[in-house]
């Protein structure tokens, strides 16, 4: 039997003296898809962020492919095969397009890797082509989402997180995004995907996970995930 | 005719300001290498540059060792173990702290490490034993190419290891993935760990080569010096921050031609300036000082004027968000009954103190005492100016120097009143306070930092020698001289303990000032601007005004405070009391502490005064009543040089805690005593409840 690509037991998570995150547990077999969806707040951003190793579990613990990788560095993560996409413009402000992707294709895909992958990088969208050389912390904030997420999705990881994935772009470009996770998805790239877009999620993942208050409340199938509980969801963040 | 010596005397000043400009171009390759790969605005690439030039020399004078052993050891072995040293111990816990922490934290380093180097290798520096190069016969063999100007062999040397440093370190950002690593490393760690680079690692590697590159440089200027000093080294990384800046810290080439440029600069504009104090005498200082004084003018402008510097704020961390905030300070979440315990010990505290200095103490400690009274009101005023606006001025020396040199003028020449004087000199400060703050407020955070520096620079250089400032000729002769007031029947030069009372007095009243100022709209402004200037300013609050405020109320106590000071040593006292570098130390010391409470300022002052003979030279052991003068432990008295490092050191733990350790001691201390205190008051309100 094969040991999941990413597991969560039990883990909590804070920030300073704010506890975000109180004993979620999930997992995630290789290949499999799993949409987080919760109200703001709930800790869908915590749980990508621990599951990348960028913050550390304060109790629990996190195994990537059946290794425990809970107070292992961030860089370990990634190169296990995890790569996070985090939620807003998260690019290296001062590089040209060209240098962000370069500087992770380096790593993920050797030497030889990086033109074809850059090439690949800007057929997905080439409005980053015509701007290669310009200065990354220029672009708008669409095209830096756009440039945040080639990244991710020309390495082809093994469990690609993507947190706010379509926040800030625009729809046609979001079904573009939807449709290149979907044929990589096909390739055995397992996904974890934060989504404000309930229905654009519903439709990727195999699987749903409601977040609230800092616990998963609900895990099943998306052709289970009904209206009544994405609104119980989203209702409940008003309380 | 005219045409052709005015050609040859610019090819010739050009050629003579080569070697400096070289010296120049060195270290600001250094500073935009280290700020590169970094991150951090390192002034303390002086004091690695010294190091290693005082190691180099060691081994080549005292030991008598080779040029290449001596050169594998100072630059290749020991300036790259300091840099993993630094960068394991403290740079890689602060690499997502600002970057004025981390200033902060150089010019710790900057004042720790020269002293610990000097301590740990027994090295001293002795005028007239003069370093030499890494070339036999460096200063003594020349070449003439053109005829005009004689290059040395030390000169060459510099000059090709400045032309290929820059063509190695270029190569190495622009072909390498180590290259492209440490820049991302610089921008975000957290973004280059996800895209699985191992941070700490190419950080490593970065504070190695750069640590290398400050050691070379400073082998290679060393010879340039009559005497080793670290302080030569520290005012040289200065002039060339212009060089750096020019290169807007981030491009090598430009800080190469930058650091030449000022060279050529300064050489065509010794040559060329005309001698207008032939016809005006007053002018006289100016234009003897302006020369030496050039570099400090030349950085001040290029900050001031050019544009782009503004606009180079630091990238900030995309991720940065992972970071809780900071927390509020201990006093505002006190417990009502901790409040009172606190401040019934400060009292009985202060009560013991005062005691014991008017009844018991000797004119020694009266004098100490007295200083430390004193100087609590200059840190005062870098508690306003870094605790409340955040915002890091290096020249709160220079307008303490302005409080006193007013004291002295005044009464110099007027016969004024001391008190009424120091008075007028703190307003002047306040001014030029002011003043200062309208061009350099725009630049904000490290940049404002260094336009202070070279300000106070310029102020030593410039302002100290004029005779209306700092006396000129006169003062040499007969020192600087400040009698203390009089008060209406008092006499404070009568008596020490009077004038201790005078100064207990002035704290007392400025202390209460900077309360009110940081608990009225001022303090919150300030207070707003730190957290986000941009939403500060979306709600209507105008950054300038505000900080401007602060920068004359801070220059205002200054002034004050080195007013009091002079009185209080009855001399100005300038080179040991108020220069640069001796209040980069007032800095380092009260942010240490607590830049953001009355009290931090305080202990800074008592720390500053008393540290050395209580601790330092043991005097608290000798009251124990089983010691005295005769049989302390031989290692008393300890060298004084332990004072910069332990506060040097200490200024590490600003990142940390930016509060000061001694407010973070106080907080956890508090935090403890509030839960007891506060779970006390729960059970009791439950148990009144069961009762009803």
């Known amino acids: 039997m094969t040991n999941p690509i990413l597991e969560l037991r039990d883990v909590s998570a804070e920030y300073g003296p704010f506890r975000a995150l109180f004993g979620v547990s999930l997992t995630i077999e290789p290949g499999a898809s799993l949409a987080l969806l919760g109200a703001n707040g709930a800790g869908k951003t915590t749980v990508a962020r621990v599951a990348s190793g960028l913050v550390s579990a304060s109790s629990g613990s996190v195994f990537v492919d059946g290794v425990d990788m809970t107070t292992k560095r961030t860089y370990e993560f990634a190169q296990a095969g995890l790569a996070h996409a985090p939620e807003g413009r998260s690019v290296f402000a001062t590089f040209t397009v060209e240098e962000n992707l370069v500087l992770s294709f380096r790593r993920a895909l050797g030497r030889r890797g990086v033109p074809a992958a850059v090439e690949e990088a800007y057929a997905l969208f080439p409005r980053l082509g015509e701007r290669r050389r310009q200065i990354a912390g220029t672009l708008s904030g669409g095209e830096q989402r756009m440039l945040s997420l080639a990244r991710v999705l020309v390495e082809k990881p093994r469990l690609l997180i993507a947190d706010e994935l379509s926040l800030g772009l625009a729809p046609i470009v979001v079904d573009e995004v939807y449709e290149t996770l979907s044929s990589i998805r096909g390739t055995g790239t397992a996904l974890l995907i934060v989504e404000q877009h309930v229905h654009h999620a519903l439709e990727l993942c195999d699987e749903v996970a409601l977040l609230d208050h800092g616990t998963i409340s609900w895990r099943g199938p998306s052709a289970e995930a009904t209206e009544a509980v994405v609104n119980h969801l989203f209702d409940s963040g008003d309380r | ?692």
């Not at chain 2, 002086?46 to 005082?54: L, T, V």
């Not at chain 2, 809780?324 to 417990?335: E, F, G, K, N, V």
């Open chain 2, 1 to 692: 005719m005219i045409l052709a010596s005015f050609g040859e005397d610019l090819i010739r000043a050009i050629l003579q300001g080569t070697p400096p400009g070289t010296v120049y171009a060195l270290i600001g390759l250094g500073f935009v290498l280290t700020y590169k790969t970094s991150g951090v605005f390192n002034l303390a690439f002086g004091a690695q540059a010294y190091i290693s030039a005082a190691m180099f020399f060691k081994a080549r004078q005292d030991w008598e060792w080779g040029i290449v052993p001596a050169l594998i050891l100072s630059v290749f072995v020991l300036a790259p173990a300091i840099g993993l040293i630094l960068e394991r111990l403290i740079f890689r816990n602060l690499r997502t702290a600002s970057a004025v922490s981390k200033l902060v934290i150089a010019i710790g380093l900057s004042v720790a490490l020269p002293a610990l180097f000097e301590i740990v290798a027994d090295y001293k520096p002795v005028a007239g034993r003069s370093p030499t190069g890494i070339v036999p016969n460096g200063s003594s063999v020349f070449y003439d190419p053109l005829g005009v100007y004689p290059f040395s062999r030390d000169e060459l040397a510099q000059i090709a290891v400045a032309v290929l440093g820059m063509l190695l370190l270029g190569a190495i950002f622009r072909f390498t993935a180590a290259g492209l690593a440490m820049r991302a490393v610089v921008e975000s760690p957290r973004m280059t760990e996800l895209a699985g680079i191992p941070a700490d690692r190419i950080s490593a590697l970065a504070w190695a080569i750069s640590s290398m590159f400050a050691g070379m440089a400073g082998v290679l200027i060393a010879p340039r010096l009559p005497t080793l000093i670290s302080t030569d080294f520290f005012t040289l990384v200065i002039v060339a921050m212009a060089a750096a800046a020019l290169g807007r810290l981030v491009s090598l080439p430009r800080a190469l031609i930058g650091g030449l440029g000022l060279g050529w600069f300064i050489a065509i504009f010794r040559t060329f300036l005309p001698r207008w104090s032939d016809d005006y005498t007053w002018l006289e200082p100016f234009e003897d000082n302006l020369a030496p004084s050039l570099p400090f003018v030349v950085l001040f402008g290029v900050l001031v004027f050019w544009p782009a510097i503004r606009r180079s704020i630091d990238a900030t961390d995309p991720l940065s968000g992972v970071d809780p905030p900071p927390p509020a300070l201990a006093s505002s979440t006190r417990h009502p009954l901790l409040t009172m315990q606190t401040r019934a010990f400060g009292v009985a505290f202060f009560l013991l103190v005062g005691w014991l200095a008017f009844f018991r103490a000797d004119g020694r400690w009266v004098f100490l005492l007295t200083q430390a009274v004193i100087l609590s009101i200059i840190y005062l005023s870098i508690t306003v100016i870094t605790g409340f606006a955040g915002q890091i001025s290096l020249c709160q020396g220079a307008f303490a120097a302005i409080g006193g040199f007013t004291v002295f003028q005044m009464a110099d020449r007027y016969d004024m009143s001391v008190l009424l004087a120091a008075l007028i000199g703190a307003f002047i400060a306040a001014l030029v306070g002011a003043l200062l703050s309208l061009p350099v407020l725009r630049l904000g955070g490290v940049w404002l930092a260094i336009a202070t520096l070279a300000f106070a620079f310029f102020f030593d250089a410039v302002m100290v020698q004029a005779s209306w400032v700092g006396g000129g000729g006169t003062a040499l002769l007969s020192g600087t001289e400040v009698p203390r007031p009089v008060l209406g029947p008092i006499d404070f030069g009568a008596s020490d303990r009077t004038f201790l009372a005078l100064a207990i007095v002035v704290f007392i009243i400025v202390a209460i000032g900077v309360i009110q100022l940081r608990e009225g709209t001022i303090g919150r402004t300030l207070r707003a601007l730190r957290g986000s200037e941009v939403a500060a300013e979306s709600i209507g609050i105008s950054p300038a005004r505000a900080r401007i405020i602060a920068f004359a109320v801070s220059a205002f106590i200054a002034g004050l405070g080195g007013a009091l000071l002079s009185m209080q040593q009855k001399n100005v006292n300038y080179s040991t009391n108020f220069s640069p570098v001796a209040a980069l130390f007032w800095l380092v010391l009260v942010v240490s502490l607590s830049a953001r409470t009355v009290e931090g300022a305080g202990q800074a002052g008592f720390a500053f005064a008393l540290f050395g003979p209580l601790i330092l030279e043991g005097s608290l052991l000798e009251w124990l009543p089983f010691l005295n003068e005769d049989n302390l432990p031989s290692f008393f008295p300890i060298s004084a040089k332990w004072r910069f490092v332990l506060f040097g050191l200490t200024a590490i733990q600003f990142a940390r805690h930016p509060e000061g350790m001694l407010e973070f001691g106080k907080r956890r201390a508090t935090h403890k005593r509030n839960e007891r205190y506060y779970a006390r008051d729960a059970a009791r309100a439950a148990a009144a409840e069961l009762a009803q």
